[in-house]
């Protein structure tokens, strides 16, 4: 089964040994204190896993910020990411059952002009695929 999955975070480092640390990382929602607001600066990590016996051809990513028709971004993925794919799905020289293929996003700054959901899509293969989405709010004082 194909599926795909992200964090929302303030920012993405990568570390020995090519491991990922996020900071920041958002539990669903984003609050801000007024809109339009500013970020200086959002980030995603994004990653599709599929089996093995289903490589991915193409991959193109979308982010829509709320309200918003044209997208923040539209990028494809690498090629030649997709390409390894079959080195990928061989661990220690055993099968694995599926292949992750990953993308960090950087959005900075990022103009958010209205409450909403910031939403990631995929168009895998030619096919949209809704992957997450990020809840901004207006942050209320008590």
């Given at each position: 089964?194909r599926?795909?999955?992200c ?14 640390s ?6 669903g ?6 809109f339009?607001?500013?970020l200086p600066?959002?980030?995603a990590?994004?990653?599709l896993?599929?089996p093995?016996?289903?490589?991915y ?10 309200g918003?028709d ?9 090629t030649?990411?997709?390409d390894e794919q ?8 055993e099968q694995t059952?599926?292949v ?11 103009r ?10 995929a168009?895998?293969d030619?096919?949209?695929v809704?992957i997450?989405?990020?809840r901004i709010?207006k942050?209320?004082?008590?």
């Open positions: 089964m599926y795909g999955y964090i929302f975070c303030d920012d993405i480092r990568t570390e020995l040994g090519e491991k990922l996020f900071m920041g990382v958002y539990n929602v984003l609050l801000l204190p007024e339009p607001y500013t600066k959002l980030c990590q994004i990653n896993v599929t093995t016996n289903l490589p051809r193409s991959i193109v990513l979308e982010c829509f910020a709320p918003e044209q997208p923040l971004l539209r990028e494809n993925l690498d030649v990411q997709l079959e080195e990928m799905s061989v661990v220690a020289g059952p599926d992750v293929v990953g993308a960090s996003l950087v959005f900075s700054p990022l958010i002009r209205r409450p909403g959901f910031l939403s990631i899509r168009v895998i030619d096919e949209p809704e997450s989405s990020l709010a942050h209320h004082d008590h």
